[in-house]
C-alpha cells in the first residue's frame, strides 16, 4: 500500500504501526499457545452412556471387593461412565447420583491416574489437572493400590459446612460426610461389578502425607478411598 495516494495515513508511522501488530499477533500467539497448553491437561470425559449395563439385581449379586489388579488402564469410556454413575448430575437441578445430607454435596472425588492427580468436575464432567505426580501408592498402605489402573480419593470439603481452615475439626464434625462418601463409593461398587472392573472402598490410608502431596487445605478432608482396575485373575 502507498501511504502517501491513502488519505489520513501518515507515512512515518506505518512502520511503528507493522510493529505493534506483529508484536500483538506475537503477544496472541503466545496466550493461545498458553492456554491450550494448561486446558490441554484437564481431560474431557466423553458423555457417560447411561444405558445398558447389568440388570441390577445382577450387579448386586456380583458386587465385591478385589486385592488384585493388572496394570492396564480403564478405557475413556469406562472412566467416564464410573465418574458418572458414583457422583455425576443426574437431574437438572444439579443433584446427583448418590445422596448427600441437606444436599450439601462435600464431597469430592480426587483420581490418581499414572499421569496425575485429577478432580472430577461434575458440572463440566471433566478431570481437572492438580498436579503430574503419580500418587497411587500413596493413597493406601497395601501394595496393589501403587499399581491398579486409578485411585479415587474422597475428600470432604468442609468450607462447604462454614468450616474455615483455621478452625479444629473434630471427627464428629466428619460424621456425615462418611455417610456421603459410602453412597459414593457403593455406586462405583455398582458399576464396576456391571463392567466386570475390580474395587475396593479403603480406609487404610497415610492420610497426613497424602493430604499434604494432594495439596489440600486444612479444612479438606480425606474420608476414604477406592481402588479401581482390572481384575488379574
Ligand atoms: C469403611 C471400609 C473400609 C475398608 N477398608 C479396607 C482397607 O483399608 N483395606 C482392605 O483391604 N479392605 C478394606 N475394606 C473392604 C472390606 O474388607 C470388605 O468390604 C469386606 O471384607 C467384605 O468383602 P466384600 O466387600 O467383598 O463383600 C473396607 C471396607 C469398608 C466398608
Not at 29 to 48: G, H, N, R
Not at 161 to 182: F, P, Q, R, V
Request: with cysteine.
Amino acid at each position: 500500500m502507498d501511504c502517501n495516494k491513502v488519505k489520513g495515513t501518515d507515512c512515518k508511522s506505518a512502520p511503528a504501526m507493522m510493529k505493534r501488530r506483529i508484536l500483538s499477533f506475537l503477544f496472541f500467539a503466545l496466550a493461545c499457545t498458553m492456554f491450550m497448553t494448561v486446558s490441554a491437561q484437564d481431560i474431557k470425559l466423553p458423555a457417560p452412556d447411561k444405558t445398558g449395563g447389568k440388570p441390577l439385581m445382577q450387579a448386586l449379586s456380583e458386587r465385591q471387593s478385589l486385592r488384585s489388579y493388572t496394570k492396564d488402564s480403564l478405557t475413556q469410556q469406562q472412566l467416564s461412565n464410573l465418574l458418572w454413575a458414583g457422583w455425576g448430575i443426574n437431574r437438572p437441578d444439579k443433584r446427583r447420583t448418590a445422596p448427600s445430607a441437606m444436599n450439601d454435596q462435600e464431597i469430592d472425588m480426587y483420581i490418581t491416574l499414572p499421569g496425575g492427580l485429577y478432580l472430577y468436575i461434575a458440572e463440566s464432567h471433566t478431570l481437572k489437572i492438580i498436579n503430574n505426580k503419580d500418587l497411587r501408592r500413596l493413597t493406601g498402605t497395601q501394595s496393589f493400590v501403587g499399581t491398579a489402573a486409578l485411585n479415587i480419593v474422597y475428600v470432604a470439603d468442609l468450607s462447604k459446612h462454614g468450616k474455615s481452615e483455621s478452625e479444629k475439626i473434630e471427627d464428629s464434625d466428619l460424621l456425615l460426610s462418611y455417610a456421603n462418601t459410602a453412597f459414593i463409593a457403593q455406586n462405583i461398587y455398582l458399576y464396576c461389578a456391571s463392567e466386570n472392573l475390580g474395587c475396593i472402598i479403603r480406609g487404610s490410608i497415610s492420610k497426613d502425607r497424602l493430604a499434604s502431596e494432594m495439596g489440600l487445605r486444612a479444612n479438606q478432608k480425606i474420608t476414604l478411598a477406592q481402588t479401581v482396575g482390572i481384575p488379574d485373575k
